[in-house]
């Protein structure tokens, strides 16, 4: 695989990519499970016909004995304000009336806390801070909203090392369309094939490809094998932490 170093620019995924999926998102849909169970405990004859947190885990595609994110789940790859939809759907279709579907899912509703739940899998401030030394940008595009990404980014302490960002609340068409590279490309200055495209997800992937960016490269971090990433990788590696490794 050619080094990352040699382009002008790498857009990272950020959930699975850069910090632990599992350890963000399976901490939070369980813990939005316990709170649909509290908001639908008592609603009399608008009661649920089965019980919220395997009917939840299910559509999410979650496996609560692993701890897992499934890789072609909803979860895996979905904006928060389609995983919201979804949620009230989900209990309309459980025997919810639309006014209370929607009312328990406004009252347990949350984001991920980005300051505790977010796990990197390598030193960031080492990964970007080494790729600025030698002239590449670093961009996020990501299925995350603005907010708890900007909270992510300065948890961590790599803001200011972050040249721009694509957010899925931002307007811009998600993964796999190839808009978000683009975005990021024009806001950077760099052409598509001087980018590398950094993913853990088929749909990072296909993003990249379909975009024309130079590299593609998926990291078995997140919630794909192998199997899944290589149809559309030029190169898979365990984590950003071998990026290090491949700058020389």
């Not at 080094?3 to 699975?16: M, R, V």
């Not at 998926?218 to 899944?228: K, M, R, T, Y």
Request: charged letters at 20%.
């Amino acid at each position: 695989m050619t080094s990352p170093a040699t382009y002008k620019l790498i857009i990272f995924d950020k959930d699975g990519t850069l910090i632990h999926f599992d350890a963000m998102w399976g901490a939070w849909v369980t813990e939005l499970a316990r709170r649909l169970e509290a908001e639908t405990r008592f609603l009399g004859r608008n009661r649920v016909s089965e019980p919220v947190t395997d009917r939840l885990f299910r559509e999410m595609g979650f496996d609560p004995v692993s701890g897992r994110v499934l890789a072609h789940g909803k979860l895996a790859a979905t904006p928060n304000a389609r995983l919201r939809d979804l949620t009230v759907d989900m209990l309309r279709g459980m025997g919810l009336a639309p006014e209370a579907a929607e009312a328990a899912v406004a009252a347990a509703w949350h984001i991920p806390d980005p300051v505790t739940l977010a796990r990197p899998f390598t030193d960031l401030r080492a990964l970007f801070g080494g790729l600025r030394e030698r002239g590449v940008k670093v961009a996020i595009a990501t299925t995350d909203d603005r907010a708890p990404t900007e909270a992510t980014l300065a948890g961590l302490g790599v803001a200011a090392l972050v040249e721009a960002m694509v957010c899925a609340d931002d307007g811009v068409p998600v993964k796999p369309a190839p808009d978000m590279v683009f975005a990021l490309c024009r806001a950077t200055g760099v052409a598509p094939a001087q980018c590398v495209v950094v993913g853990d997800t088929a749909a990072d992937l296909q993003m990249g490809r379909a975009a024309g960016a130079g590299l593609v490269v998926g990291v078995l971090s997140g919630v794909s094998s192998a199997e899944v990433l290589k149809p559309y990788a030029d190169g898979v590696i365990a984590s950003v932490a071998e990026l290090i490794d491949n700058m020389a």
